[in-house]
């Protein structure tokens, strides 16, 4: 678990205070996304967990050891980061780009060739094409899909990530969304998951924390978070995705609904999405009839998904 106690920043050269009063807990293996408003302290944040940058008061503990215990460079190695600006070599090879951790921990020459290959593969980029190829050879999206895979070559406990699709194209931001969402229940490590974006936000996040001025509006389930905005500026985020006055239809039609056998439905597809929302609250799914007389199963994800969903 990483926590932070009562973690204050302050620039030198600014008078503002970037953090104020930060507490927040991370367990192990979540899937945690930082939200809010540029200048809002996220990237400050993000840092101070791999010490990038130091704190002025407060604690940071991983598994409840003070960070500034731990040797920075061993535990830089156990963290893995990926930036938005993709920064790989331009004059290594993608491998050899992969590899730079593996390669500071001294694994042989085989076995770090194993693991580029294998991520490669992974993420949809064949290595047989890919792996000798200098980055400019590839696209922002291609580039980015190996900055991530540069941030699990070590396999580490734990991976920051900070706007990582913010260049992108919305097409190669999806693909890489589910990608990062795949990879996360593959390798079981702890994501940080830094966007101003709250779309990506709730498509990605298990654990969503809001942050405004330094410090955190609300932190809870992304279902938490959907159903019960805390306040205004947690709501005003969600603004273009309120919905409530669209019918329960646009769900049924642009989303993968489970069909289910004739049963008496809770609602019709004319009803309000916001309806279902309610219901959603103190049941787990929801059936839905459309108008050809069939009958849906809609669950919270089915909702997210639509919520989510890019483009609109
Ligand atoms: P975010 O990543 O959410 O956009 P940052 O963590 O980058 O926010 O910045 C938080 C606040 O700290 C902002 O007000 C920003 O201007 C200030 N800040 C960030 N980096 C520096 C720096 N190196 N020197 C002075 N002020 C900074
Ligand atoms: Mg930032």
């Keep these: 678990m990483i926590e932070f106690k009562n973690v204050y ?22 899937f945690f996304v930082l939200v809010g408003p540029s200048g809002s302290g996220k990237t400050t944040t993000l840092k101070m967990i791999n010490r990038l940058i130091k704190q002025t008061s407060g604690d940071i503990t991983i598994d409840g050891k003070n960070i500034d215990d731990f040797d920075l460079r061993e535990m830089r190695l156990q963290m893995g980061y990926v930036l ?12 050899d780009n ?48 190996v900055g991530i895979v540069r941030a699990l070559a070590s396999n580490p406990k734990i ?9 992108l194209d919305p097409i190669s931001r999806n693909q890489l969304q589910e990608l990062v969402l795949k990879l996360h229940q593959e ?3 702890t994501f940080i998951f ?32 959907v159903h019960n905005p805390k306040n205004k500026f947690v709501n005003g985020f969600f603004k273009n995705q309120q919905n409530d006055d669209k019918k329960l239809k646009l769900i049924i039609d642009s989303q993968k609904c489970q069909e289910v056998d004739k ?29 050809d007389g069939k009958i ?17």
């Design 9 to 30: 920043k302050k620039y030198e050269n600014n008078d503002n205070t970037a953090i104020n009063d930060l507490n927040l807990q991370i367990q192990d293996g979540d």
């Design 84 to 95: 938005q600006n993709i920064a790989l070599f331009p004059n290594m090879t993608i491998e």
């Design 98 to 145: 992969i590899t730079i951790q593996p390669e500071s921990l001294k694994w042989s020459k085989e076995k770090r060739h194993k693991v580029a290959l294998d991520l490669l593969s992974k993420v949809g980029l064949d290595p047989e094409k890919y792996a000798k190829r200098l980055p400019r050879e590839l696209s922002g999206g291609e580039q980015q899909r």
């Design 159 to 167: 991976v920051l990530m900070d706007e990582p699709f913010s260049a």
């Design 187 to 189: 390798m079981k490590m």
């Design 194 to 225: 830094v966007t101003h974006d709250m779309n990506e936000a709730v498509r990605l996040g298990n654990t969503i924390a809001i942050m405004r001025l330094g410090h955190l509006e609300q932190i809870g389930t992304r279902d938490e978070i």
């Design 263 to 291: 049963q008496t439905p809770d609602l019709t597809e004319e009803d309000n999405i916001s309806d279902l929302a309610s219901l959603l609250r103190s049941q787990e799914f929801a059936l839905v009839q459309s108008a």
């Design 296 to 312: 849906w199963k809609l669950t919270t994800q089915s909702l997210l998904n639509y919520l989510s969903r890019d483009g609109e």
